[in-house]
Nanobody, 123 residues
């Protein structure tokens, strides 16, 4: 069992930056893949980025490539999502997800989820 808690969301102007954090607790001794998803009102949850346990394998959605960076510090049981040059279309609730086996981009295949943190980008 892994519990996840996101933090770092807030209100920023277009072009601004935010860094989201995802702290894992519970049974974190096993390796696990981590990912960030987001969901805007009226839209389906979509993958933003993912990262493997060792951090050498990453994936980014086309909409955020070049602007977002996913990273992790396993010693701190924490993953991060650095977001720069934010756009109004980035406005959504951002969720952290983890799984001991799955490392893809499908939300329904991840076992563990945080409660989400709101990111609002004003125009």
């Amino acid at each position: 069992q892994v519990q996840l808690e996101e933090s770092g969301g807030g209100l920023v102007q277009a072009g601004g930056s935010l860094r989201l954090s995802c702290a894992a607790s519970g049974r974190t001794r096993n390796s696990y893949n981590m990912a960030w998803f987001r969901q805007a009102p009226g839209k389906e949850r979509e993958v933003v980025a993912r990262i493997s346990w060792g951090g050498r394998s990453t994936y980014y959605a086309d909409s955020v490539k070049g602007r977002f960076t996913i990273s992790r510090d396993n010693a701190k049981n924490t993953a991060y999502l650095q977001m720069v040059n934010l756009k109004p279309e980035d406005t959504a609730v951002y969720y952290c997800a983890a799984d001991e086996n799955y490392s893809g981009t499908r939300a329904y295949d991840y076992d563990y989820w945080g409660q989400g943190t709101q990111v609002t980008v004003s125009s």
